[in-house]
């Protein structure tokens, strides 16, 4: 896990058509999770950007999310 949540840094262009508050707004969804030890991948913060910037709807934001983590549920090995 880095130091710093760089997902701005990682990714510039998923950040590029967002204002200001949009990119902060973004950044600070993922802050939580990011200091509990969660590292983003780059589908997720797409994910989100895209909807923050109006290319998804809300439906299809849940849609993608549920889709993503279905996959992550069945390549993690089960808890013992």
């Known amino acids: 896990m880095s130091d710093h949540l ?4 990682r990714w ?3 950040f ?6 949009q990119r902060r ?6 802050a939580a999770a990011w200091h509990e030890g969660w ?5 997720d ?4 950007t895209d909807y923050v910037r109006g290319a998804i709807d809300f439906d299809e934001y849940l849609r993608r999310s549920d889709e ?3 996959r992550h549920r069945k390549t993690e090995p089960p808890v013992s």
């Open 6 to 9: 760089d997902i701005e840094e």
């Open 12 to 14: 510039p262009e998923l």
């Open 16 to 21: 590029a058509q967002l204002d200001e508050k």
């Open 25 to 30: 707004n973004v950044v600070q969804s993922f």
């Open 39 to 43: 590292e983003p991948n780059r589908e």
């Open 45 to 48: 913060v797409e994910n989100l």
């Open 68 to 70: 993503a983590a279905e």
